[in-house]
């Protein structure tokens, strides 16, 4: 959707959209940026009320010569300031349409005659405006220079986007139908031998171990135990591409509720252990709530089994700005690693503890990495051998969320 606004208004309406988010949360900064941004890439941008009359606008740098802000204030906001009767600049059919359903419009062409210039044909765009209630207020909007040539190749690049869509929607049905073929394999291919395995493994222990001395007992033992871990391993496979293959359904995550949640859990799992949570408040992001959630217990639970054998585990989740980027991290006092060997922990089963040290399938980190970057995001690393880990990840406003491939 980012690429089409870009594509249709030349940037305007996609500033146009920011700085209503930005309106709403009060960041002048950055308002002021965008407001600059919109100046100098239309002809003029407006708000109009609930009746679709002007009661706020602005020049931008394209401004033409017989343009007067004034004339705007008070007037049905597709018709062109300036124009030579009142009457002139009939509502157009995509305008009203739009209307209707309280639904942006795009690129909507307008024309009137205008005393001094002569026929005038502008390009209308606009985003519906709600309040913090949803109710709807009425529209933010820009126009444009209209250009023929620069409408015709918009239009052609519309269609080579919709084409694109359209691939990219049958490339991600025939995915999901391999997946699906291949959790049909995994859950009944892969499990029958397994199954055979475990079953013969236990009849010989049953009818045959006190003909075994303890190393033949311990051997099959083994066995059983590796076949178990397969199976735990499979269920952890087929759950991570459940649960990581979904639609993503974006909406404002408290993840500091969550992690307060989790850390609950956690200390619920375990009463004999003394932890301290630490938990910056009101820290929040545009995600998938379920998805996000599972992101953070699979770095919190990590955080919690690795530091198990510390007499004090101290367990930080907070946030930074780096590059004027939200940076969260999840930061425990255990065991730690070698960060040399840090891209290894995002892989499939990869591990740096044996199992008999910290219990584990070796799929947690591979989801982390896998939802995060579903997001659009990025997730790392950083520790030292004894002194803890500190995972960090990205999640980018919902604007670009929603874009990311599936």
């Not at 959209?17 to 309106?23: Q, R, S, T």
């Not at 199954?195 to 311990?218: K, Q, S, T």
């Not at 840090?342 to 980190?365: D, I, K, M, W, Y």
Request: charged fraction near 25%; aromatic fraction near 8%; include cysteine.
């Amino acid at each position: 959707m980012t690429e089409i606004f870009l594509a249709v208004c030349s940037g305007a309406l996609a500033a146009l959209v920011a700085v209503l988010l930005l309106l709403q949360r009060h960041s002048r900064r950055e308002l002021l940026v965008l407001q600059r941004a919109l100046g100098a890439s239309a002809l003029w941008w407006w708000q109009a009320d609930r009746n679709m009359r002007i009661v706020w606008a602005q020049a931008g740098r394209q401004q033409p010569s017989w343009f007067d802000r004034g004339q705007l204030i008070g007037r049905d906001f597709w018709r062109i300031p300036g124009s030579a009767a009142p009457g002139d600049g009939a509502l157009p059919q995509a305008i009203a349409d739009a209307i209707a359903s309280q639904t942006p419009f795009f690129d909507v062409p307008v024309t009137a005659p205008v005393s001094g210039a002569g026929e005038v044909t502008v390009r209308l765009s606009a985003v519906p405006f709600r309040d913090r209630s949803g109710a709807f207020r009425g529209y933010v909007g820009t126009a444009a220079r209209h250009d023929g040539s620069a409408a015709a190749a918009i239009q052609a690049r519309l269609g080579q986007l919709e084409r694109e869509q359209n691939e990219r929607v049958r490339e991600f049905a025939s995915v999901t139908r391999e997946m699906e073929s291949f959790s049909y394999s995994v859950s009944h291919d892969l499990r029958a031998p397994l199954r055979v395995v475990d079953g013969f493994a236990n009849i010989i222990l049953e009818d045959y171990g006190p003909r075994l001395d303890e190393l033949g007992r311990e051997h099959v033992q083994r066995i059983i135990g590796a076949a178990g871990r397969m199976n735990a391993m499979i269920d952890a496979l087929l759950a991570m591409s459940r649960r990581t293959g979904r639609e993503l359904e974006i909406e404002r995550v408290d993840l500091s509720r969550a992690v307060r949640e989790l850390a609950e859990e956690l200390r619920a799992s375990d009463f004999s252990r003394n932890v301290e949570f630490r938990i910056e408040p009101d820290l929040r992001a545009d995600g998938d709530p379920v998805l996000l959630r599972l992101v953070l217990q699979n770095l919190l639970g990590n955080a919690f089994k690795f530091s198990g054998r510390v007499p004090q585990a101290l367990i930080e989740f907070g946030h930074r700005i780096v590059d004027g980027d939200d940076v969260f991290f999840v930061r425990d006092n255990g065991v730690g690693f070698d960060t040399r060997f840090a891209e290894r922990l995002f892989g499939l089963f990869q591990r740096f503890h044996s199992q008999n040290e910290f219990p584990g399938t070796g799929v947690g980190l591979a989801t982390v990495q896998r939802i995060v970057r579903k997001h659009g995001g990025r997730v790392w690393a950083e520790s030292e051998p004894g002194k803890g880990a500190c995972f960090y990840f990205t999640l980018p406003p919902a604007a670009l969320a929603s874009t990311q491939p599936r």
